[in-house]
């Protein structure tokens, strides 16, 4: 895993933002390992921390317990996640839809929102949130 403090302001205000942000932070991985970003915002939607986690060619780690840990200790009032797929699929898998719900319902317990999690796959993105996955 991999810490990094987020320049302020970036502000992750909507989806374009957070494709663009996310797209560079993808832009730095290796494409052929699933790698997962999160984005912890405040209460301006402005970006407070930024951690990554790896994977490998088919899964990439999604710990609830650390990201949870994180957001109470920086205060997130609101989670963006992104993470790819290198089989170039862009659907998002079941296993990517049940932890999703898992972070989001732990979060709640915070009055932290899993805002959005997108899924790239070459240029390609999609947003849960758009599709109606959360």
Same mark, same amino acid.
């Given at each position: ?12 205000? +909507? /989806?374009?933002? @957070?494709?663009?942000?996310?797209? #560079?932070?993808?832009?730095? !991985? &290796? ?46 009032? +609101? /989670?963006?996640? @992104?993470?790819?797929?290198?089989? #170039?699929?862009?659907?998002? !898998? &079941? ?24 899924v790239f796959a070459g240029a390609e993105?999609?947003?849960f949130r758009r599709i109606g996955l959360?």
């Amino acid at each position: 895993m991999l810490y990094q403090r987020a320049d302020l302001p970036l502000k992750l205000d +909507g /989806l374009a933002a @957070a494709e663009a942000f996310f797209a #560079g932070c993808f832009a730095d !991985s &290796d494409p052929s390992r699933e790698s997962l970003f999160v984005a912890h915002v405040d209460g301006q939607a402005r970006c407070v921390h930024v951690t990554r986690h790896g994977g490998d060619a088919g899964s990439a780690e999604l710990p609830i317990r650390t990201i949870i840990a994180d957001a109470a200790r920086h205060g997130s009032v +609101g /989670l963006v996640l @992104a993470h790819n797929h290198p089989s #170039g699929d862009i659907t998002p !898998s &079941d296993s990517d839809c049940r932890a999703t719900r898992r972070l989001a319902n732990a979060a709640e317990a915070l009055d932290c929102t899993v805002l959005d999690h997108l899924v790239f796959a070459g240029a390609e993105c999609v947003s849960f949130r758009r599709i109606g996955l959360l």
